[in-house]
């Protein structure tokens, strides 16, 4: 079994606005913000890829991309 070392910078933290900038031709900065908005019902918040802090969000990228990629069509 191998110990994971805590991340102890923010360069894996970043904005909604920054995230959709990022990947933007993946997604969009409207629909970054419904995945957010829509977050308890689609599961990203159990994820662990959201952060709230003083009433703002902020996304943890590693996290939000392994969410995203469990997703399957229905």
Not at 51 to 68: D, G, M, P, R
Request: charge should be positive.
């Amino acid at each position: 079994m191998t110990d994971t070392i805590p991340e102890t910078n923010f360069d894996n933290i970043c904005t909604a606005k920054s995230f959709a900038f990022e990947n933007q031709k993946i997604l969009t900065e409207i629909q970054v913000n419904w995945l957010l908005k829509t977050r308890h019902k689609n599961g990203l918040a159990e994820s662990g890829a959201v952060l709230k802090i003083s009433n703002k969000l902020y996304i943890h990228k590693t996290k939000f991309v392994e969410w995203f990629m469990t997703q399957k069509a229905a």
